[in-house]
């Protein structure tokens, strides 16, 4: 199974901040990538997906990047309703693995 | 609009069966993969496999295989999850989700709402 490391696990911003979490997969993955926040105790919401594709609906301070092994999420602008746990998740092969997850918290 | 609605919350004793399920509405059941994914209480998500409604092709994760059955009755636009002997490892919040497009190679566009599973004796 390809497995799939998010980095940092936790960290803490500040409301208007500018922060990136980084997804790395153990082998090639293409485009084949998809970025979900997670609130507690709701179900996961997908942001982005084929790496770079905003989702309908979600704001475009959200944004994503990288092919092969490496991506990133970037969220311009941190507002109130974005401190969540984030998780990226390939699905080029099976099973479709997902990545730790990567809790923001406010400073 | 697309929506994917879970059965309730289940509280079952070791050893015991079960079976919840997911009804989607809104779009073309037949058309579109649905994913069963866990998540263990305070921990991450994880994919257990997926099942196409219009002719049963199931793929399964290694981890779930033989653990659980994924099913779906594309009559009434439900999948199903079952297990045929619980554990108290099986403790969790379950999901479905549609998968984006019609290939079985597309992220998970609407999510269930969870369905709660504990097992305890």
């Known amino acids: 199974a390809i497995r799939m490391t998010q980095s940092p696990s936790s960290f803490s911003a500040s409301t208007g901040d500018r922060v990136t979490i980084t997804c790395r997969a153990s082998?090639?993955?293409?485009?084949?990538l998809a970025w979900y926040q997670q609130k507690p105790g709701k179900a996961p919401k997908l942001l982005i997906y084929?790496?770079?594709t905003l989702q309908s609906g979600v704001p475009s301070r959200f944004s994503g990047s990288g092919s092969g092994t490496d991506f990133t999420l970037t969220i311009s602008c941190l507002q109130s309703e974005d401190f969540a746990t984030y998780y990226c998740?390939?699905?080029?092969?099976?099973?479709?693995?997902f990545g730790q997850g990567t809790k923001l918290e406010i400073k | 609009e697309v929506q994917l609605v879970q059965s309730g919350a289940e509280v079952k004793k070791p050893g015991e069966s079960l079976k919840i399920s997911c009804k989607g509405s809104?779009?073309?059941?037949?058309?579109?993969?649905i994913g069963w994914v866990r998540q263990m209480p305070g921990k991450g998500l994880e994919w257990m496999g997926i099942?196409?409604?219009?002719?049963?092709?199931?793929r399964y994760s290694p981890s779930f295989q033989g653990q659980v059955t994924i099913s779906a009755d594309k009559s009434i636009s439900t999948a199903y999850l079952q297990w045929s002997s619980l554990k108290a490892s099986d403790t969790a919040m379950y999901y479905c989700?549609?998968?984006?497009?019609?290939?079985?190679?597309?992220?998970?566009?609407?999510w269930g709402q969870g369905t709660l599973v504990t097992v305890s004796s």
């Open positions: 989700a549609r998968l984006g497009t019609g290939y079985s190679s597309s992220s998970l566009d609407y």
């Open positions: 998740q390939q699905y080029y092969s099976y099973p479709q693995t």
């Open positions: 084929a790496a770079s």
């Open positions: 099942i196409y409604p219009g002719d049963s092709d199931t």
């Open positions: 809104g779009y073309s059941f037949t058309s579109y993969w």
């Open positions: 082998q090639g993955i293409s485009s084949y």
